[in-house]
């Protein structure tokens, strides 16, 4: 079953999206701050986040980059409500799958979620590309020649 952690410290707010998200058959759980949601990520598995940028004790940009230090595939679609604070563009360069305005439209929301439960899987198991020394080695060894050094 599909797993969703929702994240908002409006506690109205995370019921709502909870209801939203089980009536599509996904499973939801609840977070009230970036420090609860972090320590659920690093706990459990969880499909994707969806999680409020602005939320006391620890807000959902700060919780952002140690998630994907723990799961750099797990999609965070982030929310905000001020788009004059800069969140939007603080949450792509933070690594956030999407970013929705609130209040969130239902129908935007779970097309979001099926997007990203649907995006293509990395198939590598390296995420850099190899030193420059094997590049080298690779690419005279089809030559037939010795790499430089």
Do not use: F
């Amino acid at each position: 079953m599909t797993r969703i952690l929702v994240v908002d410290d409006d506690k109205d707010q995370v019921k709502c999206m909870t209801k939203i998200l089980q009536s599509q058959g996904w499973e939801a759980g609840a977070a009230y701050d970036g420090a609860d949601a972090l320590l659920q990520v690093k706990n459990s598995h969880w499909d994707v986040v969806v999680m409020d940028i602005r939320m006391p004790n620890q807000d959902g940009l700060t919780a952002l980059k140690p998630m994907r230090e723990l799961d750099a595939n797990l999609p965070v679609i982030l929310l905000t409500g001020d788009v004059e604070r800069g969140d939007i563009l603080a949450a792509y360069r933070a690594g956030a799958y999407e970013c929705l305005l609130k209040p969130v439209d239902e129908a935007g929301l779970v097309k979001t979620i099926q997007q990203a439960l649907n995006r293509p899987k990395p198939t590598w198991t390296r995420t850099a590309p190899g030193s420059a020394e094997e590049k080298r080695t690779s690419v005279n060894s089809k030559k037939g020649t010795k790499p430089l050094g």
